[in-house]
């Protein structure tokens, strides 16, 4: 079986040997555009043109993306991943005091535990300095 390419460049020698010579008795203008997008006249050009046709159908027309915009919808999803983890960082450093942008993500969650921690335990010194009577 041969590659893409290899039936590309065949396509091509066929298209190619389907010129016809100039006949003298054309006018000039005729024999350039006009000659170009004339139709074929036997069926060996018609066979030719079909399997090109057949060729270009089958090959798929990628349209590439602009650099930095994925289309795969893996990249998609990895994004769209992504940018729900940044948001809610970005909530936990509104929400823990003495937090930096500049903290790395493992320090942030290490700093909201350990916030965590301290309100947990205000919350059991309230609760028992209330049960005293």
């Known amino acids: 079986m041969s590659s893409g390419w290899e039936e590309s460049?065949?396509?091509?020698?066929?298209?190619?040997?389907?010129?016809?010579?100039?006949?003298?008795?054309?006018?000039?203008?005729q024999n350039g555009l006009a000659h170009q997008f004339s139709l074929p006249k036997t069926s060996s050009e018609m066979a030719a043109i079909e399997k090109f046709l057949q060729f270009q159908d089958a090959v798929p027309c990628k349209i590439r993306a602009k650099r930095g915009c994925a289309t795969h919808p893996r990249s998609i999803a990895e994004r769209v991943r992504r940018t729900r983890i940044s948001e809610r960082i970005r909530k936990l450093q509104e929400l823990v005091p003495n937090?930096?942008?500049?903290?790395?993500?493992a320090d942030m969650l290490d700093l909201a535990v350990d916030y965590i921690k301290e309100l947990q335990e205000q919350v059991k010194v309230r609760?028992?300095?209330?049960?005293?009577?």
């Open 99 to 105: 937090m930096d942008k500049q903290t790395n993500t």
């Open 127 to 133: 609760k028992s300095s209330s049960q005293l009577p």
């Open 9 to 29: 460049s065949l396509m091509s020698e066929n298209m190619s040997g389907m010129k016809r010579p100039r006949d003298s008795s054309e006018p000039a203008a």
